[in-house]
């Protein structure tokens, strides 16, 4: 008998000898798929379904002053300004806003009185420039007029004379009536009247002018 060569795989289906044949075996299941069935994270967890209901535009409304308030007070105006840009509707808007205002979150009053306080004696600022921040900010006329006439037209002099003294060394060697411009103008941009800005220029320079010179070091105040 003629020697027979190696066997193959047909030998081991046919004779027995072998297993299954090779059309038996379970079929290749191909490479793992990277990407996990819809539904499910990475390692296989069931995501929670995401809550895709809009918030309660009170809660948001509320959230919102808060939130602003956090930081320093806000007049009503502003608020409402800010809500509207978010898209809170404005009977919303009105109504977290009323809230506020009986609890006392909000106080246009109070914030006027403060701002007229803080920006008078921080920037040198009169009472007409006071006035033009505050109804930018929406304060209403009434409320500003009444916070505005508490800062005494004397205190609002001396401080026109003390930013005066201060930029005196900064227009010193210029000719008189140069000064007098530069240093009104100083005081109109703050919102002094013109009458009051003249008069107190004319008499720290007939000051500086009788004696000594008064600021040397022309110490940093109420930057232009």
């Given at each position: ?39 499910t ?34 007049t ?18 009105e ?14 009053a ?39 006439e ?12 003390e ?59 109420w930057?232009?």
């Amino acid at each position: 008998m003629p020697e027979r060569e190696a066997w193959g795989p047909l030998d081991w289906s046919v004779n027995g000898v072998g297993g299954e044949g090779f059309d038996l075996l379970p079929a290749d299941p191909g490479p793992l798929s990277a990407t996990p069935p819809p539904g499910t994270s990475p390692d296989g967890a069931v995501k929670e379904p995401r809550d895709k209901e809009p918030k309660d535009p009170v809660a948001q409304a509320k959230g919102l002053c808060l939130r602003l308030l956090t930081g320093s007070s806000k007049t009503r105006k502003q608020l409402a300004d800010a809500m509207r840009k978010r898209e809170i509707p404005d009977e919303v808007a009105e109504e977290v806003l009323s809230r506020f205002e009986e609890v006392g979150l909000i106080d246009d009053a109070a914030f006027a009185d403060a701002w007229v306080e803080s920006r008078h004696r921080g920037r040198g600022l009169a009472r007409r420039a006071l006035a033009m921040e505050l109804r930018s900010r929406g304060v209403d006329n009434a409320v500003v007029a009444e916070a505005v006439e508490r800062l005494d037209p004397e205190q609002e002099a001396d401080t026109a004379r003390e930013l005066v003294r201060r930029k005196l060394r900064s227009t010193r060697g210029l000719d008189r009536q140069v000064r007098i411009r530069r240093l009104a103008g100083m005081l109109a941009r703050r919102g002094y009247p013109e009458g009051l800005a003249l008069r107190v220029v004319r008499e720290v320079l007939d000051a500086e002018a009788a004696g000594p010179a008064e600021d040397e070091q022309d110490p940093p105040f109420w930057e232009d």
